[in-house]
């Protein structure tokens, strides 16, 4: 027998029942059946992570109650989702699938935020915790995480695809790469003189559709987020009809930029 002061010892049982949330019969069933696996597949150890330690727990009393030596439990971390938040669920689509393709893998993992970066290494580099912490020292110290970020993407895509499609990864990863970085499959955009001889940037970033505005194109001129042929811009730039060149304004907009008469 199992009893529901018992069942109440869970976290999240008690802390509803003191604050009196309801609890529905079927959430008092689901540790019994998932500790009843324990007992048909005899089971010597299980695995899970540290929100499933008292279901793991439960696979032992049932596995005494009929007999059985009681299974050993290993329980993990929960590893938290690209939102920094909840824990890492497809269904929430904050996930880093293992049959992702590599450009998926490194879009997905360059856009997690900084303070989840030291949390992935942990969980899911298999560098030395002491190479980790010299990187965390290098980013405090004023290095940009992005760069940390990359590595680790290399790290996983090359565990899960090969070295070759780590390498190349950020190539086929679409528009949202790093700034400086050139995607393959860039749309071509054709920028018309409009009887000018030549045109500012903040105006071809306009014409190009990279930006909405002028005042959205002296925005990321002065954030510095503005790369052609993937070197940061500094300064005016005008250009003329033959300009040939991939312009790219902030982390999601980027175009191979033709300028005609």
């Not at 689901?30 to 540290?50: I, K, M, N, W």
């Not at 899960?160 to 949202?176: I, L």
């Not at 018309?192 to 002028?214: D, F, S, W």
């Amino acid at each position: 027998q199992y009893t529901v002061a018992r069942m109440l010892e869970r976290d999240d049982f008690d802390k509803r029942y003191k604050s009196e949330q309801p609890i529905a019969i079927h959430e008092f069933l689901y540790p019994l059946v998932q500790g009843y696996d324990s007992v048909a597949l005899q089971a010597d150890v299980e695995l899970g992570g540290t929100d499933q330690r008292f279901n793991l727990l439960m696979g032992r009393i049932l596995q005494k109650h009929y007999g059985q030596e009681p299974q050993a439990i290993l329980t993990m971390p929960i590893l938290e989702g690209l939102d920094g938040v909840q824990k890492m669920s497809k269904s929430l689509g904050n996930y880093v699938g293992v049959n992702d393709s590599p450009g998926e893998m490194y879009t997905k993992l360059l856009s997690m935020p900084d303070q989840l970066l030291w949390r992935y290494f942990e969980l899911l580099s298999l560098r030395p915790l002491a190479e980790v912490r010299e990187f965390r020292n290098e980013v405090a110290a004023g290095a940009n995480p992005q760069e940390y970020k990359k590595l680790l993407a290399q790290e996983i895509i090359t565990r899960f695809h090969d070295e070759q499609a780590a390498a190349t990864a950020h190539k086929s990863a679409g528009n949202r790469v790093g700034l400086g970085e050139i995607p393959e499959n860039v749309p071509t955009v054709e920028v018309p003189l409009e009887g000018e001889e030549q045109l500012a940037i903040q105006t071809v970033l306009r014409l190009a559709g990279l930006v909405k505005n002028g005042a959205a194109a002296r925005d990321v001129l002065g954030r510095g987020a503005v790369y052609i042929d993937g070197e940061q811009l500094a300064g005016q730039r005008f250009f003329v009809a033959g300009d040939d060149c991939v312009i790219q304004a902030g982390k999601k907009k980027i175009a191979r930029v033709l300028v005609v008469k």
